[in-house]
Every structure is written in C-alpha cells, then in structure tokens.
C-alpha cells in the first residue's frame, strides 16, 4: 500500500476537525434548546408563584422508610 502523502494526511486531519466541529456545533444547539426549555418553565413556575402564592408544607411529614411501603405499623417492631 502506498505511502500517504502529507497532504493527503493533513486533508484528513482538516475533515476530522470538521466533523469534530459539526458534532459540537450540533451539542451546543441541544444545549441552547435545553436551556430555552429550562427558562421557560421557569418563567411559568414564577408566574404560578404569583398568582397562588408557595405551598404551605408544614402540614406536611416527610417520608421515612417506615411510611414509604406503606407499613406504618408500631407493632411490627414490638414482635
């Protein structure tokens, strides 16, 4: 097989930075569109905000291990 030529070899670099840059190009554009996505919903949660006001959680419990199976039995541990 025949020897590559530095041109030849420095074209094909040139199109691998290419398609690098058209990968890239391609990235940022999704990065963009996420970003638009991400400032609308945060446009209409602040909106929602505004017009009912926060939740009020204190009424609220968190989550444990005990309540999250559905298994809030105190007698469970007593045998």
Same mark, same amino acid.
């Given at each position: 097989m025949a020897k *590559?030529? *530095?041109a030849q070899e420095d074209r094909e670099g040139q199109n691998k930075i290419r398609k690098a840059e058209r990968k890239l190009a391609a990235a940022l554009a999704d990065?963009? *569109? &996420? %970003? &638009? %996505?991400v400032a609308r919903r945060e446009s *209409?949660?602040?909106?929602l905000?505004?017009?009912y006001g926060s939740a009020d959680t204190s009424s609220i419990e968190p989550e444990t291990d005990e309540t999250a199976d559905g298994n809030n039995n105190s007698d469970d541990a007593a045998g």
């Open positions: *590559k030529n *530095k990065v963009d *569109k &996420a %970003r &638009a %996505r *209409k949660l602040s909106g905000l505004q017009k």
